[in-house]
């Protein structure tokens, strides 16, 4: 429709400039030889011509910013996408964690010790907090994330006590270093159930981070029995259906993948291996991104009281 009304009103206007044209040339040229015809045929094709090529830039340009729109709607609905993407993988978490603790909570009721309840209660409220606050999508500092990460260990060892033994070798040159929030809680939280709560002895959590270049590595390890464990497969999927044991989401390492190739592409590094001493580990290596403060997050309310 467009473009045959176009060539209509080309056609008409190049027609009508072309006779006024050609009219007002006869009357100051009376001597020419050329007839009204000739003059005619000859402005039409120059004004045809240049209306044309004026009409075929104006469509050019338009299209072309019709085309960038486009493409701008475009990755705003991606970015979008990736942002409802993330937000899911990260509100996972929240029902994952909460059934473990509360179950354990329970535990604690109905043996009567209503201080250690009230004690993870109150740990379990400060986590929440922080959980419910932050955006989905927001990204927190290594020091951030690190305080988030002791505070749930504080609600694990009141469950597991001398059996739950913790490392932590930060790098201060990592400390401003940005991760997605939460991004360590379920490797730690796997490494519990797959060593700390499968050995009698309990194990050791090492959370580490460093600098390799441009990158951010994150190294989450355990001293349980890593890969020669019957549970390797399940532990890798983050699966579990163990006789007795409470029935899995399947949130572990498969939402951690997922998240961080939601969150960086191809420009990241996610690999578990066995050390050479044994146990179990996850290397992370994320892009090195700064900031003194990320926006959309809150600092971390630590419950001291509750700590005691």
């Known amino acids: 429709m467009t473009w045959g009304t176009t060539a209509v009103l080309l056609v008409l206007a190049a027609s009508a400039h072309a006779f006024i044209d050609a009219w007002v040339i006869s009357l100051y040229r009376s001597d020419s030889e050329a007839s009204f015809t000739q003059l005619f045929i000859g402005v039409l094709y120059l004004d045809a011509t240049l209306l044309g090529a004026w009409s075929a830039l104006y469509y050019a340009i338009n299209f072309f910013i019709q085309v960038e729109e486009q493409n701008d709607q475009l990755i705003r609905l991606e970015n979008q996408a990736t942002s409802a993407q993330l937000a899911m993988l990260r ?40 959980t419910l606050i932050n955006e989905p999508s927001a990204r927190v500092t290594v020091s951030q994330e690190v305080e988030t990460l002791k505070l749930y260990l504080d609600i694990e060892r009141m469950r597991f006590e001398e059996r739950l033994r913790t490392t932590f070798a930060i790098d201060p040159a990592t400390r401003k270093a940005l991760l997605p929030s939460l991004l360590l809680q379920p490797l730690v939280e796997n490494a519990i159930k797959y060593a700390v709560s499968a050995q009698e002895s309990g194990a050791e959590i090492r959370i580490e981070t460093q600098l390799v270049g441009t990158m951010l590595r994150i190294a989450v390890s355990d001293t349980g029995p890593g890969l020669k464990s019957e549970t390797t497969e399940r532990r890798l999927s983050g699966i579990t259906f163990d006789a007795g044991e409470p029935v899995s989401t399947g949130v572990g390492l498969a939402n951690i993948r997922e998240r961080l190739e939601q969150a960086y592409g191809d420009k990241h590094l996610f690999e578990t291996m066995e050390p050479a001493e044994g146990g179990f580990a996850v290397i992370i290596e994320l892009p090195l991104e700064t900031a003194a403060k990320p926006e959309g997050t809150v600092e971390l309310p630590m419950v001291a009281a509750a700590a005691e």
Not at 100 to 109: C, E, K, M, Q, Y
């Open 91 to 130: 509100y996972q978490l929240n029902p994952h964690f909460l059934f473990n603790t509360l179950n354990s909570i329970s535990t604690l009721v109905l043996l009567k010790q209503t201080e250690p309840a009230n004690a993870m209660l109150s740990r379990l409220s400060s986590f929440l907090r922080y």
